[in-house]
Nanobody, 124 residues
Framework: QVQLVESGGGLVQAGDSLRLSCAAS????????MGWFRQAPGKKRDLVAA????????YYADSVKGRFAISRDNAKNAVYLQMSSLKPEDTAIYYC?????????????????WGQGTQVTVAS
């Protein structure tokens, strides 16, 4: 089972950009589809974006379409989330997750590897 470590979170201003990274180890990264989830205080964890094993297919939540982009580099065992035009409502802990399904998965129940999360705070 792959182990995941996120990085790149921080405090930014509304309208800024931020790039999250997730490094994978201990497994065959290309056998996993990957997702980014987020959880704000008092709210449930939601899928933000997901990408298939080879990067050919992706999914975005409506709230981030056109602003966020997910990508992966199987040679580097990494997945990224480029976030642009950030809004205060994007403030949350962002989690990287891996699913043994090669296709894009939309439910958290389909993911069996999780990172520890990285905090993103967007100030207005």
């Amino acid at each position: 089972q792959v182990q995941l470590v996120e990085s790149g979170g921080g405090l930014v201003q509304a309208g800024d950009s931020l790039r999250l990274s997730c490094a994978a180890s201990g497994g065959t990264f290309s056998e996993y589809s990957m997702g980014w989830f987020r959880q704000a205080p008092g709210k449930k964890r939601d899928l933000v974006a997901a990408v298939s094993w080879n990067g050919s297919t992706s999914y975005y939540a409506d709230s981030v379409k056109g602003r966020f982009a997910i990508s992966r580099d199987n040679a580097k065992n990494a997945v990224y989330l480029q976030m642009s035009s950030l809004k205060p409502e994007d403030t949350a802990i962002y989690y990287c997750a891996g699913s043994r399904s090669l296709a894009v998965m939309r439910s958290g129940n389909d993911y069996n590897s999780w990172g520890q999360g990285t905090q993103v705070t967007v100030a207005s």
